[in-house]
């Protein structure tokens, strides 16, 4: 089923706000763990889709470029967050901490995102549906890639060697993300 491109954002921004929300309930050590390694990949996939897909195309019919910067470099200071938390164990005293960090940035992000980029794009000409079905395809690929022992996987880490590390990714066993 072919979504529309600000659908997609939005049902991410959820989705992650729904991890959020499970984290927060969890007084279990491995459970908040797990959530956070969830958050991580969760992450990682939507801003490649924004990064690679979405920006561009909103820089190349609107402009925006101090909004797409500014979106840009919370991006980059989500991910040095979680570079910071994927160190760290939910035994560590400072992991909460991390996390809420982590939380701020992105709701921060997200309150800019559809508040204001979005409902612009929204009122364009941009071809929502197209640019929607080549983040659906491109999130298939980027799910495939991040599948434990997957060849693609291992390709995939030899590309971003030296590059900050989102965390553990892992896609929980028997679940679809």
């Not at 491109?5 to 049902?11: E, F, K, V």
């Not at 508040?115 to 364009?124: A, F």
């Not at 197209?130 to 983040?135: D, H, S, Y």
Request: charged share 40%.
């Amino acid at each position: 089923m072919i979504t529309k491109a600000t659908q997609l954002l939005r049902r991410d921004h959820q989705r992650v706000d729904r991890l959020f929300d499970r984290f927060e309930q969890s007084n279990k050590p491995d459970a908040k763990q797990r959530i956070c390694a969830r958050v991580a990949r969760e992450l990682e996939i939507h801003s490649k889709l924004e990064e690679e897909i979405f920006y561009p195309a909103v820089e190349k019919h609107l402009g925006e470029e101090d909004l797409l910067q500014e979106s840009s470099e919370e991006h980059q200071q989500a991910k040095e967050i979680i570079a910071e938390l994927d160190h760290m164990s939910a035994a560590d005293e400072q992991f909460e901490e991390k996390f809420a960090q982590l939380v701020e940035a992105i709701k921060h992000h997200v309150a800019e995102e559809e508040g204001e980029m979005l409902p612009k794009v929204e009122e364009s000409d941009m071809d929502l549906w197209q640019i929607g079905e080549q983040m659906a395809e491109r999130k298939e690929e980027l799910l495939d890639e991040m599948q434990p022992g997957s060849e693609s996987m291992a390709k995939a880490e030899s590309r971003s060697a030296g590059k900050p590390k989102w965390g553990p990714v892992r896609r929980p066993s028997g679940r679809a993300a």
